[in-house]
């Protein structure tokens, strides 16, 4: 079935840098994107989200882009500092329920 | 406020079992799903409750049941425990259900280890 993946599993950084983590997408029905931090013995914790009538959406420190055209969703992470450190999920819900499909996860390491 | 509360934390079982993992949701959060995430992959859906009804299930045997309890709690249930049953088991409420950009919550999980 379609699935949510991911490009790369590890991803190493300096401190103070800038991290983009990428995450393709198969299913065009999509309209609903999330990206989760998951800490080593923790839950996913909700980063950002954005809905696919969007192309870009900002938090603190962090940017979510949307490109419909080629399916594809990234996470930048401003200034990385070492609690960044985490898995870092995309997800996407396909429907009126709240079922999301998940990628397999990109690991972000900070290096001091 | 408290966030999402799962018990236990830790559990081990022997093959052949049953289990009953407990979630407790976000005050006012009416939804719960529950997910599995086995080490090293993402998070897999096996169900959502919303005021008490079932309303989606993943692709998971009927060894696998849940119910959601008159105060939005939930609880899933394992029979019949395989060692490929060993993953940690997410629980995520959420405040609605059906618009299809429901936010997510989810709790720290109990990590089952079936032996």
Known sequence: GESVGLHLPTLSVQEGDNSIINCAYSNSASDYFIW??????????????????????????????????????????????????????????????????FGTGTRLQVML | DAGVTQSPTHLIKTRGQHVTLRCSPISGHKSVSWYQQVLGQGPQFIFQYYEKEERGRGNFPDRFSARQFP????????????????????????????????????????????L
């Not at chain 1, 013995?41 to 954005?50: R, S």
């Not at chain 1, 399916?71 to 898995?87: E, R």
């Not at chain 2, 029979?79 to 088991?89: T, V």
Request: charged share 15%; proline share 2%.
């Open chain 2, 71 to 114: 105060n939005y709690s939930s609880e899933l249930n394992v029979n019949a425990l395989l060692l490929g049953d060993s993953a940690l088991y997410l629980c995520a409420s959420s405040l609605e259900w059906g618009s299809g950009n429901e936010k997510l919550f989810f709790g720290s999980g109990t990590q089952l280890s079936v």
């Open chain 1, 36 to 101: 989760y931090k998951q800490e080593s013995g923790k839950g996913p914790q909700f980063i950002i989200d954005i809905r696919s009538n969007m192309d870009k959406r900002q938090g603190q420190r962090v940017t979510v882009l949307l490109n419909k055209t080629v399916k594809h969703l990234s996470l930048q992470i401003a200034a990385t500092q070492p609690g960044d450190s985490a898995v870092y999920f995309c997800a996407e819900n396909t429907g009126t329920a709240s079922k999301l499909t």
